[in-house]
């Protein structure tokens, strides 16, 4: 069973870049498809990203497209989240979640392992 941990959150200048990643224990990330999420106050959890197990594939939500790039190191069993031109819209905590199925979508109910999360605050 895997376990993930994020990383990389904080608080940054509207414009601003973060890089956050996505550490996996107890197993092999490359035998998962991973995908990120991210939870706005007061609304629900949307899938922003997600990235097959080669990587040759990516999804992206039309919100975060053009803005954010999702890759993998499998050798360092991380994948991460380049998340580029922030605007105070993308304020939220960013999830990483995995599962061992084959997807390109952004179904939250696909994922069943996630991480505890990592805040990211686009403020002035």
């Known amino acids: 069973q895997v376990q993930l941990v994020e990383s990389g959150g904080g608080l940054v200048q509207p414009g601003g870049s973060l890089r956050l990643s996505c550490a996996a224990s107890?197993?092999?990330?490359?035998?998962?498809?991973v995908a990120w999420f991210r939870q706005a106050p007061g609304k629900q959890r949307e899938g922003i990203s997600c990235i097959t197990r080669s990587g040759r594939i990516t999804n992206y939500a039309d919100s975060v497209k053009g803005r954010f790039t999702i890759s993998r190191d499998n050798a360092k069993n991380t994948v991460y989240l380049h998340v580029n031109s922030l605007n105070t819209e993308d304020t939220g905590v960013y999830y990483c979640a995995a599962t061992q199925w084959f997807t390109t979508g952004l179904d939250r109910s696909t994922y069943n392992y996630w991480g505890q999360g990592t805040q990211v605050t686009v403020s002035s």
């Open positions: 107890g197993s092999t990330l490359n035998l998962y498809t």
